[in-house]
């Protein structure tokens, strides 16, 4: 039988058992329908997971026996932040998905000049975000959950990215750098990779991102669609800091 994993925000922990209530009670009793002595693992979402059998089922309240604790190293892959302009529908969703699949750190939806759709209920919008990353990242058996920035104006995006030297824009017009160049630029640390909006990227936006320490460069001269063009980034790096 599969052993589920469950995400906990923030774990309690006495005496070698976990107390879950609220939605994870729900989830596990209700919807997973789980009993006393089934297997569950949680995952905190900072790179530990907790190896657990259900010790009791209560009306609000279940409690489980740790059996192990497990924390999986630092990948040595750099951490990235991706910031994409908001994708119309669920596109945006399947984005995110994805892109917690290929272990990005951080989500961080910028508002660009040309972005198309009115983020109305930023909450709404990144918590539905954070589940989705939340499940991805279950799914995927990763023990950590990207952090999911609520939508930002563009120019507003330093304060997240102050840390980070490795800055790279995927910008259509770019001819001489291609994301290979960049790549061998890279230094020890975080990378920030930005892709614009269907339209494609304001001048006046691409001169402010210059100004503040990214480097264009290109795909290539295919064209892809906005939610494929993180994803074959994210895919390149990947591969790339994998064979170092």
Request: hydrophobic share 35%; with cysteine.
């Amino acid at each position: 039988m599969e052993i589920r994993r469950v995400f906990v925000d923030k774990l309690k922990i006495k005496n070698g058992m976990a107390l879950l209530t609220g939605q994870n009670h729900k989830y596990i009793a209700s919807v997973l329908r789980k009993c006393a002595g089934d297997r569950i693992d949680l995952i905190d979402g900072k790179g530990y997971l907790y190896r657990c059998v259900i010790n009791t089922i209560k009306s609000k309240e279940i409690y489980l026996q740790m059996l192990d604790v497990i924390h999986k190293p630092e990948e040595k892959r750099p951490k990235i932040t991706l910031c994409v302009s908001p994708i119309k529908g669920q596109r945006m969703d399947w984005l995110v998905e994805k892109a917690t699949e290929l272990n990005v750190e951080r989500i961080l939806p910028a508002l660009f000049k040309r972005t198309v759709i009115k983020i109305e209920g930023k909450e709404k919008k990144t918590e539905r975000w954070k589940k989705l990353s939340i499940e991805a990242s279950r799914q995927s058996g990763r023990f950590t959950v990207p952090e999911i920035i609520e939508p930002t104006p563009l120019r507003g995006i330093l304060p997240y990215i102050e840390h980070i030297q490795n800055r790279w824009v995927f910008y259509e017009k770019e001819k001489n750098n291609h994301i290979r160049d960049v790549v061998s630029t890279y230094r020890e640390g975080e990378i920030c990779i930005i892709i614009g909006p269907e339209g494609g990227i304001d001048e006046a936006e691409i001169e402010w991102l210059k100004n503040n320490g990214f480097i264009t460069c290109s795909l290539g001269e295919n064209i892809f669609r906005a939610e494929t063009s993180p994803l074959v980034v994210l895919s390149i790096i990947h591969y790339e800091f994998s064979q170092k």
